[in-house]
């Protein structure tokens, strides 16, 4: 495993101060790169080149983020994911090289909690691992503030308090991105969010180049609790079904 000097610039200017990001790529050059801007961000920073190295470091180095490549020597970046998430929930950022949205899925499926398609800008990446930390610190806020009551929408039952979603009863497994999603839906109803209004709610991202990302997390929450209960408005975006009052 390489490991990027962990001092920092900026820090007290920066909200990324003290955040520990774990970089796994195999390519030094993009390595360097995300490295720099993210050191430049208030991050703390280290690197692995291939899947042992980058599980190796996520358990001794105990990383609040990563930034994790799918390709990888060793193993892919799946395996990672999957082996990191089965140690401590870490929210994960994947990059992939492809533009194949079953590799998306695949990611989200593995524990993934956003993606970025290759070329990216370095601007958009540090802003995606902001928006990332800070869906992080509202859930752990959420779970220690009191909301009244459980949300119940006919058989999809949405548990605030402890971010627990259950469908006829049974406990629906969803990523921290995936229950904002469905929650931002929720709130209104059958009232048809656009896609750039989900992003702009779920991922604090204003620019439209992500919608994509919407609609990804969509598929897979959609596998997760039943098509039916998302309906797609073509051109527009997406809307919560709801059983008729």
């Not at 090289?97 to 499926?109: F, K, P, Q, S």
């Not at 956003?114 to 959420?142: C, G, I, N, Q």
């Not at 009863?169 to 969803?174: I, K, M």
Request: proline share 5%; with cysteine; net charge negative.
């Amino acid at each position: 495993m390489e490991q990027t000097n962990t001092t920092q610039t900026g820090v007290a200017a920066t909200p990324g101060a003290q955040r520990r990001v774990l970089v796994v790529e195999d390519d030094a050059t993009i390595v360097d790169a995300i490295s720099a801007r993210l050191r430049a961000e208030g991050f703390l920073v280290q690197t692995a080149l291939d899947g042992p190295a980058a599980v190796d470091a996520a358990e001794a180095w105990q990383p609040d983020l990563m930034v994790l490549d799918i390709m990888l020597p060793g193993f892919d970046g799946l395996e990672v994911c999957r082996r990191v998430q089965a140690q401590r929930p870490v929210p994960v950022l994947m990059l992939t090289a492809r533009d194949d949205e079953t590799d998306m899925l695949v990611g989200l499926g593995v524990g993934a909690d956003d993606y970025m398609t290759k070329p990216f800008s370095m601007r958009e990446l540090a802003a995606r691992v902001h928006v990332l930390l800070r869906r992080v610190e509202r859930a752990a806020l959420a779970a220690v503030t009191p909301r009244s009551g459980i949300l119940r929408l006919g058989e999809l039952e949405i548990d605030h308090a402890q971010r627990r979603v259950r469908v006829r009863a049974d406990d629906v497994h969803l990523t921290p991105t995936e229950f904002d999603l469905l929650v931002c839906l929720a709130n209104t109803p059958r009232a048809v969010l656009s896609r750039e209004q989900l992003l702009a709610e779920v991922w604090d991202w204003a620019d439209a180049s992500g919608t994509r990302t919407v609609d990804s997390h969509i598929k897979a929450l959609r596998r997760k609790i039943g098509a039916e209960r998302i309906r797609t408005v073509h051109g527009v975006g997406y809307a919560l079904e709801t059983p008729a009052p």
